[in-house]
């Protein structure tokens, strides 16, 4: 009876690790926090909302099989953690994708500038051809303007929005455009464009030098997990851990994996860059 018991319980764990690279195949996220009336959906919401619900209900599974409560909660650990866990690559494509879309719009504010529009008009010309990675938050910039916001509160909390070093960069020169409102802002977005852009390029390039321990983290990740799962379908394998000291040890050990799993994870992902624009509250 033990060895089909063990049987079962791979067979959930597998299960489970099927549920978490589904999950882990429609992780995005990984941008910074957006404000409440600039938060974006996205198509993973479905698995976002129902993650936890499917998690709970497979660990649930595992242990009343196997008898072994650690053996559940390593089940809802690794379908709601395995996701974020081995989304780093996305993280930081996500990333670079945002600094290229203000990139890109702000050499097309740069092109209208060229045509002597002013900065408001111009910044809502360009809401209708904006990046999609950018066109919920400049469409709340041209909101604000359109509701009279002064410009630099309005400049202000595009900052905010866009949470970036490189949007700060951008920002700062339109305030100091809508100060002065003299000639020469097309230029100088140009060159800050130029700026963001090499900001793209060496981003890419350290991308690139951390996807090699990137994928070794990935493949022991699941290497470790397949072991388990081949160790649960042979109940000898798995026994040692079936007395409440063994449950003890094997929690130890799970957590330290886990852990490091946590530790490799930090090290993979780029560190928050400085912004220089002090955050503001959004008025209410």
């Keep these: 009876m033990r060895p089909l018991l063990g049987g079962l319980a791979g067979a959930a764990a597998v299960a489970g690790l099927l549920l978490a690279f589904a999950g882990w195949r429609g992780t995005t996220d990984l941008l910074p926090p957006l404000p409440r009336r600039t938060r974006r959906t996205t198509p993973t919401a479905g698995w976002a909302r129902w993650r936890w619900p499917i998690a709970l209900a497979a660990g649930a599974f595992v242990w009343a099989i196997s008898r072994w409560p650690v053996a559940g909660a390593l089940t809802v650990t690794a379908v709601v953690g395995l996701p974020v866990l081995l989304s780093t690559t996305s993280a930081a494509q996500a990333r670079i994708t945002r600094v290229e879309a203000i990139e890109e719009w702000t050499r097309r504010l740069s092109d209208v500038l060229t045509s002597g529009t002013g900065l408001e008009q111009a910044i809502t010309t360009t809401a209708r051809s904006c990046p999609a990675p950018l066109r919920t938050e400049v469409g709340a910039l041209v909101a604000r303007l359109a509701a009279r916001w002064p410009t630099e509160r309005a400049l202000r909390a595009f900052a905010r929005d866009l949470h970036d070093p490189a949007g700060d960069l951008v920002v700062a020169a339109l305030m100091l455009a809508a100060h002065r409102r003299g000639p020469g802002l097309a230029s100088v977005l140009a060159g800050v464009a130029g700026s963001v852009g090499e900001d793209v390029a060496a981003r890419r390039r350290i991308e ?24 649960a379908v042979n109940g000898s394998y798995l026994a040692p851990y079936g007395d409440p000291l063994g449950q003890v040890v094997l929690a ?7 852990g490091c799993l946590l530790w490799m994870r ?10 220089f624009l002090a955050p503001t509250k959004e008025p209410t």
Excluded: H, N, Q
């Excluded at 090699?212 to 397949?226: E, Q, S």
């Excluded at 130890?252 to 886990?258: D, E, K, L, M, W």
């Excluded at 930090?266 to 912004?275: D, M, Q, S």
């Design 208 to 231: 690139a030098e951390r996807a090699r321990p990137r994928t070794t983290a990935k493949a022991v990740t699941v290497i470790t997990l397949g072991m388990l799962a081949v160790g």
């Design 252 to 258: 130890v050990i799970s957590a330290g994996f886990v």
């Design 266 to 275: 930090r090290l993979a992902l780029p560190a928050p860059e400085p912004r």
